[in-house]
């Protein structure tokens, strides 16, 4: 047999994406034109909201050729008026992939802006034409960057960098790339009055190729309240996001530089003269409450050594083995390592131990996950035999991962948080479907947050009856965070739940001039699949969906029902406004009368009666 | 020669015709003053539901029990019905005076001149038999006849009082295919025969042979086709034939269990006609063919068919089956499980039937 030699090698994030772009909704023209266009409307989205800033959003897709057939390259812009990226940022903002600013923990319309990124490097690998950010961030300044991205390396090629003058901040991309528009326009067309419908505090313009233009004008001035980030719940962290966050809280050894050295002079009042290693300590001993924790820590680790600042310039500490009462250092002059042995008795050691150890086991619960008291974190720590003193920063793999599964498990953890979430609120909603619909009847609701694994999330539903809506039976308007789902309805969550109600129990029959709108709002939405277009059916959610549509549907009842009533008095006084004078004509002729009797009064008796059966 | 008796000699029909306006009038008064008066008028219409309708062995016919609806106009859902009976009314005392006759078909149109709409003609022939059980008076009486005609011939002489041929007399003998049972003949004066018997005959076919065969003189007899079940403005003459001039009555129908009732409803009505009395002649009597006669002429049969028997055992339940001839001959039937048409006596020969069969049948009936 012959052996072969496998070759390992590591591939940029860009490459990755590049060999996986159907996973991000990239798999053909249509899909790809309609993908990037949302992808770039939910940045603006997304930017505007997180600034507080009314949305102003300018989308335009225009042929590079209008001759040729689809699918053919087509130049996609869209404008904001949000806050601009810092000039500095954009190379890597937009020229690299997985550089994002929407690491944290709270609703917002795309995760973490791949999107933008993916969207960029399916035109480049289409056409090879860069992308152009415009970028105005403080309101003086335009600075225009054409770029391409370098696949290979992930890393921004700036072909172009120019700046002028600009009155308002704001942010335009454009790219070129392949896409079929005469196949995607619908769901485009679609997608843009949807957004709109879901965002009724934007103002949203399309430019489709052939020039027409839909404009949604803004319905509400007021935006609704901005989710805030929040710490996670405990049921939603597995293993690894609680090893990071052990590193995150993890107090480490400062890095010992000369910005550091002047620090702690300074915070010690000592940076005029180089002082002795026991005038430091003097000086230290008296302004201790009053330092920095880096300092503290220092001043620490200069005790043991028994230093003073000069010498600190020349070594790096390498490690703190609490456990073993031992530091060791690197010293540059002498071009060796150290090793000092730590008093455990001295004032410093605790200083030093738990800065190095972390937290105790209940701080780590009270201060990193949102929800949880001391008294909540000491029944966790019986439930999950920890010492609630141990600290986190010396816990084993094996212990990681009973904790871990200890969080998931215990259930005396109250609901995750739902400020994180951002809900539209149900006076927006209702005036969006009132303005989209013009609608005879309308009502909506706002279900209490809920949470499945840990994950809040809010339902929001809305419902429309009559009016300007055809009478083509229910149709259902689905949003995730803000985006329109329109690909995969079938076998979506909030249709299976629709599905299963009886329409007929509220007074709807056949094909009803019916719309439902339907809003799902989560840190995470449970996607079926990565095109996020369908939502799965955890039954958390299934409930508050069905509570929503069920809410709603007694109150279009309730209308139906009252326009029956309506209806019937209608019809009551038409009927009798018509037959009586009739009766009335029959009667003076068989009884052989002149004139008619007076029967007026009948007429309006017989519109006044209740209906009696 | 019989005569009717001076005083109702040429005032039967007119005195049901006055009798039927002063009635309408009646109504319309009633519901002219309660118009009046800011009061919801209404018709009380005897129910005509299965439960109401009884048997009166006295009257020997079908009539309705005490049970009354009341249709009010103040009722949204019976406003529309309301209206339309009171229509109709209204549109058969035009008839009546005007002397104009209608068929249920032309009810179904007139009505939309008004603004009266009926769903269908069912619709508005229901509420012609809801005017009839109102007035207790037969459509034939507000000038409102059927498609289907039956016909009459005999030595019989009629006055006209429809319009145009006011006081006109026929005889009912001189147009040998017979006269029409129309709405003209109906409202006629009977005012003289020489005969004495009336032979009413389910079949036209066999009608012409016995006009062709001498059967009214030899017989002295007014022949009547019933072209099958007979036509109420048919059992209407024939009860005016029986009562007014005295003439017994017979009848000749297939020998099966629908002959059978052709002749009970002669005699004794239907029950639909419950709400109506004057269509029936109580005294009629089946000549045949009866199952008995099937064997005992040995006329070629047909098998019955399942709804031949089932119609058997339907009628078994009906109080006018209980005895006599009637019960005995639809045991007969049932036992048999054949039937035979009048047209079987053809196999003897194309008089048979009037030569021997009526005779015979004729003496026959006298003991029953």
């Given at each position: 047999m012959s052996s072969s030699k496998e070759i390992f090698s590591q591939i940029s994030p860009s490459e990755f994406f590049y060999r996986n772009r159907d996973l991000a909704g990239f798999s053909n023209p249509t899909r790809s034109l309609y993908t990037s266009v949302r992808e770039f409307v939910e940045n603006s989205l997304d930017a505007c909201d997180q600034k507080r800033i009314l949305p102003d959003i300018h989308l335009s897709i225009k042929a590079a050729d209008s001759e040729q057939p689809d699918p053919k390259h087509y130049v996609l812009t869209v404008k904001d008026n949000g806050p601009g990226v810092d000039p500095k940022h954009i190379p890597l903002a937009f020229g690299t992939v997985l550089y994002g600013s929407k690491f944290g923990l709270k609703q917002a319309r795309g995760m973490f802006g791949l999107g933008a990124t993916m969207a960029i490097l399916y035109g480049q690998i289409t056409t090879n034409k860069p992308v152009t950010v415009k970028s105005c961030a403080d309101g003086k300044t335009l600075d225009e960057f054409v770029m391409l991205l370098d696949i290979q390396k992930n890393k921004p090629v700036i072909l172009k960098h120019t700046t002028k003058e600009a009155a308002k901040s704001g942010l335009s991309v454009s790219i070129v790339l392949e896409g079929d528009y005469s196949k995607a326009g619908t769901k485009i067309r679609d997608y843009v009055s949807q957004t709109s419908l879901i965002t009724p505090y934007a103002s949203i313009t399309f430019e489709d190729p052939s020039g027409e233009k839909f404009h949604y004008p803004r319905i509400v001035k007021e935006m609704p309240p901005p989710p805030t980030a929040i710490k996670p719940h405990s049921h939603g962290v597995d293993v690894e996001t609680l090893r990071r966050m052990i590193v995150d809280t993890h107090y480490q050894i400062p890095a010992v530089d000369n910005k550091m050295i002047e620090k702690v002079r300074k915070e010690l009042g000592m940076q005029k003269k180089n002082s002795s290693p026991k005038d430091i300590f003097n000086r230290a001993e008296k302004r201790w409450a009053d330092l920095s924790r880096p300092v503290r820590t220092i001043i620490a680790v200069m005790s043991f050594m028994n230093i003073d600042f000069e010498r600190l310039r020349k070594i790096r500490i390498d490690d703190v083995d609490v456990a073993n009462k031992k530091i060791a250092y690197w010293d540059f002059g002498e071009s060796q390592s150290h090793i000092v042995e730590v008093d455990p008795e001295s004032t410093y050691y605790k200083q030093l131990a738990n800065t190095v150890q972390g937290e105790t086991l209940l701080t780590f619960l009270t201060k990193r996950f949102q929800r949880v008291g001391p008294t909540t974190a000491e029944k966790f720590c019986e439930f999950a035999k920890f010492k609630s003193e141990k600290r986190i920063g010396s816990m084993t793999n094996e212990e990681l991962v009973k904790l871990a599964d200890a969080l998931q498990k215990f259930d005396e953890f109250l609901a995750p948080d739902p400020s994180c979430l951002a809900p539209l609120g149900e006076e927006p909603l209702s005036k969006g479907i009132i303005k989209f619909f013009n609608p005879e009847f309308a009502a909506v609701i706002q279900r209490n947050a809920s949470a499945y694994s840990g994950f809040p999330f809010i339902v929001e539903m809305g419902i429309a009856y009559g009016g300007d809506i055809p009478p083509a039976g229910l149709k259902v308007y689905r949003f995730a965070n803000r985006i329109p789902l329109l690909y995969d309805e079938g076998s979506d969550v909030v249709l299976k739940v629709i599905n299963e109600t009886d329409w007929s129990r509220y007074k709807v029959k056949g094909d009803p001039p019916l719309v439902l709108v339907s809003h799902i709002c989560s840190t995470r939405i449970p996607y079926k699949t990565v095109g996020k277009e369908n939502v799965a059916d955890r039954p958390e959610l299934e409930r508050e969906l069905k509570n929503a549509l069920q809410y709603l549907a007694r109150k279009l009842a309730v209308h139906m029902s009252r326009q029956g009533i309506a209806e019937m008095a209608k019809k009551r006084a038409n009927l009798y406004a018509k037959y009586v004078p009739l009766i009335a004509q029959f009667a003076t002729e068989l009884s052989g009368k002149k004139k008619e009797p007076n029967y007026k009064q009948l007429v309006r008796m017989g519109s006044e009666i209740e209906e009696q059966i | 020669m019989r005569l009717k008796n001076k005083s109702s000699r040429t005032k039967t029909a007119e005195a049901r015709k006055q009798r039927l306006l002063s009635l309408l009038e009646k109504h319309g008064l009633g519901i002219y003053e309660d118009l009046d008066k800011g009061k919801f008028p209404q018709f009380v219409v005897p129910s005509r539901s299965v439960n109401n309708i009884v048997y009166d062995k006295k009257l020997r016919q079908y009539i309705l029990g005490s049970a009354n609806s009341v249709r009010s106009a103040r009722n949204m859902s019976q406003l529309r019905s309301y209206t339309q009976l009171a229509w109709l009314a209204f549109f058969v005392n035009r008839l009546v005076k005007e002397g104009k006759s209608s068929t249920l078909r032309d009810i179904y149109y007139s009505s939309q001149a008004f603004s009266i709409d009926f769903e269908d003609q069912p619709e508005s022939d229901n509420i012609i038999v809801d005017l009839e059980a109102v007035l207790a008076s037969p459509r034939e009486e507000f000038h409102i006849f059927p498609e289907e005609r039956s016909s009459v011939f005999g030595d019989l002489t009629i006055e006209y009082t429809v319009p145009g041929y006011e006081g006109k007399r026929v005889n009912?003998?001189?147009?040998?295919?017979g006269y029409l049972i129309g709405p003209s003949l109906s409202s006629a004066e009977l005012v003289d025969t020489n005969a004495e018997l009336v032979i009413a005959i389910e079949k036209g076919g066999l009608f012409t042979r016995f006009v062709e065969e001498n059967v009214h003189k030899k017989f002295k007899a007014i022949i009547v086709d019933t072209a099958g079940q007979a036509p109420r403005s048919t059992r209407n003459l024939l009860r005016r034939l029986n009562n007014e001039l005295s003439l017994p009555v017979v009848i000749l129908a297939d020998g099966d269990v629908y002959g059978e009732h052709i002749a009970m409803v002669i005699k004794s009505g239907s029950a639909n006609a419950a709400h109506l009395r004057e269509l029936t002649v109580p005294d009629a009597k089946w000549l045949g063919v009866w199952a008995t006669d099937i064997e005992k002429y040995k006329l070629p049969t047909i098998p019955m068919t399942e709804a031949d028997i089932k119609r058997i055992y339907d009628l078994q339940k009906d109080p006018r089956y209980q005895e006599g001839i009637w019960k005995k001959q639809l045991e007969a039937f049932l036992k048999l499980k054949r039937k035979a048409e009048l047209e079987a006596f053809s196999k003897y020969g194309l008089t048979n039937i009037t030569d021997k069969y009526l005779p015979a049948k004729l003496e026959e009936s006298k003991s029953l």
């Open positions: - | 009912l003998s001189d147009h040998p295919d």
